[in-house]
């Protein structure tokens, strides 16, 4: 099974959120959230992610009733219980192992209610250790390369990955702290 696109695991989040959305209702909400400008999403990608889901099983589309207007008939979608499989899966695995800079976390942050805090924290003290083993593999290839001795362009390729190891490295720990200090749910405000 090919990854899912920033796209389509954005889509399940939104549509497990609603628990029904029609393709409307999911770009008010990215429009809303400010998901265009960190994700990349247009009109168009939602459109071509909630076909693709559709066709993966993961959703079911059903006419909707509350028509408006000329245009076609609104279908709304509602995940499958593979969709929720599959968007339970994604969620621990980019929690778990996206590099720093990647939007993939993020997502992944923004999905945090759709698990239980105890997975939760194990993704997140995973994304601990991926991040420890990056950052020795990039020290590793700058000490080999030459280190401290290298001009200054090709040191800072190689020390600005690291700090923002370093400084992600702070930020999950924290999360996971305040995850464990939190009592009830999180995040759960239905």
């Known amino acids: 099974m090919p990854p899912l696109s920033n796209v389509e695991f954005m889509l399940l989040q939104m549509i497990a959120e609603c628990r ?13 959230r400010g998901y265009r400008e960190w994700a990349n999403i247009g ?3 939602i459109y071509l992610g909630l ?46 192992s996206a590099r720093e800079r990647d939007s993939r976390f993020d997502l992944g942050l923004a999905a ?3 698990v239980g805090k105890d ?33 200054l362009n090709v040191r800072a390729l190689f ?4 700090s923002l190891i370093e400084s992600e490295r702070a930020f999950v720990a924290g999360l996971i702290t305040e995850l464990l200090e939190e009592t009830g749910e999180y995040g759960q405000n239905h």
Do not use: C
């Open 20 to 32: 029904q959305a029609s393709g409307y209702d999911i770009k008010k909400l990215v429009d809303r």
């Open 43 to 45: 009109t168009t990608s």
């Open 51 to 96: 076909k693709k889901l559709n066709d993966k099983g993961w959703i079911a589309s059903e006419e909707s009733d509350g028509k408006s207007g000329k245009g076609p008939m609104p279908y709304r979608f509602a995940l499958t219980e593979a969709g929720r499989a599959a968007l339970r899966n994604e969620i621990l695995d980019s929690l778990s």
């Open 112 to 114: 945090l209610p759709f």
């Open 119 to 151: 997975e939760a924290v194990e993704a997140l003290r995973k994304r601990l250790d991926f991040l420890q083993k990056a950052s020795i593999q990039i020290r590793q290839k700058y000490e080999s390369q030459g280190g401290v001795r290298l001009p």
């Open 159 to 162: 020390l600005h990955p690291i």
